[in-house]
């Protein structure tokens, strides 16, 4: 049992967290409409998951990174939080490329 993958994973949401609040870019913008787009991003995702893992396509991969937790079978609890860094870091590049366009504009 290992937290070594689900550390880094909460070290890097930690780290985009930061860059999102200290800019107020998404969450830190307006929490209700970036809580929101997490929410429903991890959903759909979480809904991706569970299908590719019904068709055979999605499997759990090496255990010896993972802290043995699984919410699901074949869907470790490091899986959850892949999801939330992947669509908080989406949120925020968008956010910011978005106020990138409208300052050139």
Not at 29 to 39: E, I, K
Not at 53 to 77: R, T
Request: net charge neutral; hydrophobic share 55%; aromatic share 16%.
């Amino acid at each position: 049992m290992s937290f070594i993958y689900l550390g880094v994973l909460l070290f890097s949401e930690f780290g985009v967290s930061l860059i999102d609040f200290r800019f107020k870019l998404a969450l830190g913008h307006s929490w209700r409409a970036g809580l929101l787009a997490l929410g429903s991003g991890l959903a759909f995702f979480l809904i991706w998951d569970l299908a590719g893992i019904n068709s055979g396509i999605f499997f759990e991969g090496a255990k010896q990174l993972l802290c043995g937790v699984d919410l699901a079978p074949q869907l470790p609890l490091e899986e959850l939080f892949f999801l939330l860094l992947l669509c908080h870091t989406t949120l925020v590049l968008f956010a910011t490329v978005s106020r990138w366009v409208a300052r050139r504009r």
